[in-house]
């Protein structure tokens, strides 16, 4: 992979996001990231078997998550995806790009809730 400035990741897309979030808690083949993302969004984000794949190979060239070697006793044609120290740097800098974008939405009184 050719070097870039980790900011030129930025913004990442939502579907990427949610792959990065899913595999800060562990390491997960992609039926695993696809239930991850369903069970935390309940349908706000359609994510179809095709969307995830495009979405994991695009990750991986990027550098942002890894593919592990099959293990011993597994279906060898099952891939499982490990998130790299870039990609937690990404997500941590997403993060903070969309708490930057909440606050300003907050002071503007946009976010249910917010009383002046």
Not at 7 to 27: H, K, R, Y
Not at 41 to 48: A, D, Q, T, V
Not at 71 to 81: E, L
């Amino acid at each position: 992979m050719p070097f870039r400035r980790s900011d030129s990741l930025l913004p990442l897309t939502p579907i990427a996001f949610e792959i990065l979030l899913a595999l800060a808690e562990e390491d997960r083949h992609g039926y695993a990231i696809l239930q991850a993302v369903e069970a935390r969004l309940r349908g706000k984000l359609p994510l179809r078997t095709g969307t995830l794949y495009r979405a994991l190979a695009r990750l991986v060239e990027d550098g942002l998550i890894e593919e592990l070697d099959a293990q011993a006793g597994t279906d060898s044609r099952r891939r499982v995806y490990r998130i790299s120290k870039q990609g937690r740097m990404i997500a941590r800098a997403e993060t903070e790009r969309l708490a930057d974008q909440v606050a300003a939405a907050r002071s503007r009184k946009l976010v249910p809730g917010v009383r002046s």
